[in-house]
């Protein structure tokens, strides 16, 4: 992988995505933030907004923004530290639409599916991520910045979870059992028969694209989920409960074939190694085509991926 880039850089890509942007909002987060007269904490305060409260950015002096508050005659106006204001995602960037420039843009090993986010993927690209900033880690510093990533992927391609959400199916273990198939070519792993023959499919079709699609990891039984959940108390990096393995229907990808650089696989930490990830060309073929056959991402994790169509709760298990 790319070294990552240092915080400094880090800002200035983020004050270009939002500098010239009069519609630049958003929300704060401290209980109470002092609104001052000046950019500085020795200039008096006007007035306080609390968490929650929504602001529009006026202008900006290095890490001090001057915000507005509230609307006509009754707006009000003062300077605040950026910190303290989490702004509005900017609309993401133009996408490709033909297979061709979809796959030109796989192909590409400088390209991200965060630069599908504009200027605000980019900027994602050049922070310098601590080691635990992965959601749900206790000690992550930048745990905030990090769902931002999966909420922005998730306005382009939703994600389907089978195990929760408006999209989750029933469980029962001694029904799915019976139903899990050999993956073709993948004698270690299994899969619910129908995401076994739909992987097959969309292996073939991504193999003639150039890019290979090798599993990591499959169906697994309760108590081989029980014994991962135990080793890793984080919900969001390892279900605590029924995961989307337990119904035969996840998989999880080497991010490594075709990519620039290996990857840790699969692992959440160093965060810098997900945030990698999404250069591999088996993330980005995943992200454009995999859909196509079912298959949809926890954003989360870019070498997770679940099969659940539309319909499929109809022949599920």
Do not use: C
């Not at 942007?21 to 020795?42: I, Y």
């Not at 690209?125 to 769902?147: H, I, K, L, T």
């Not at 998730?154 to 029962?172: C, Q, S, Y």
Request: glycine share 10%.
């Amino acid at each position: 992988m790319r070294p990552r880039l240092a915080f400094g850089i880090f800002l200035v890509l983020a004050t270009l995505s939002y500098a010239d942007d009069e519609d630049a909002a958003g929300t704060v987060t401290a209980k109470a933030l002092n609104v001052r007269a000046g950019p500085g904490t020795k200039e008096r305060v006007l007035f306080v907004l609390g968490s929650g409260d929504r602001v529009r950015v006026l202008e900006r002096r290095g890490s001090w923004w001057r915000v507005s508050h509230g609307s006509g005659g009754e707006a009000r106006s003062g300077w605040v530290h950026s910190s303290y204001v989490r702004l509005d995602p900017p609309a993401p960037g133009p996408l490709p639409q033909t297979r061709a420039e979809k796959l030109r843009f796989v192909r590409d090993p400088d390209r991200s599916t965060l630069d599908l986010l504009g200027e605000a993927g980019r900027a994602f690209r050049a922070f310098e991520w601590q080691r635990n900033d992965y959601p749900g880690s206790p000690d992550g510093p930048n745990e905030d910045r990090a769902r931002e990533i999966a909420a922005g992927l998730a306005r382009i391609l939703a994600e389907r979870r089978v195990n929760t959400g408006e999209h989750r199916l029933p469980f029962d273990w001694e029904k799915i059992e019976p139903a899990l198939a050999v993956v073709p070519g993948e004698t270690r792993f299994r899969l619910h028969r129908l995401a076994a023959e739909s992987f097959r499919k969309m292996r073939g079709d991504a193999e003639a694209d150039g890019v290979r699609l090798v599993l990591v990891s499959a169906a697994r039984t309760p108590e081989q989920q029980k014994r991962l959940a135990q080793a890793n108390p984080n919900p969001d990096a390892v279900a605590q409960g029924v995961s989307a393995h337990n119904y035969g229907l996840a998989i999880d990808l080497a991010m490594s074939p075709g990519a620039a650089g290996e990857f840790l696989e699969v692992t959440t930490r160093p965060f810098s190694n997900v945030i990698g990830m999404r250069e591999s060309p088996v993330h980005k073929w995943m992200f454009f085509f995999g859909p196509e056959h079912g298959w949809y991402p926890y954003h989360n994790e870019p070498w997770h991926w679940e099969y659940n169509p539309e319909g499929l709760g109809e022949r599920f298990p």
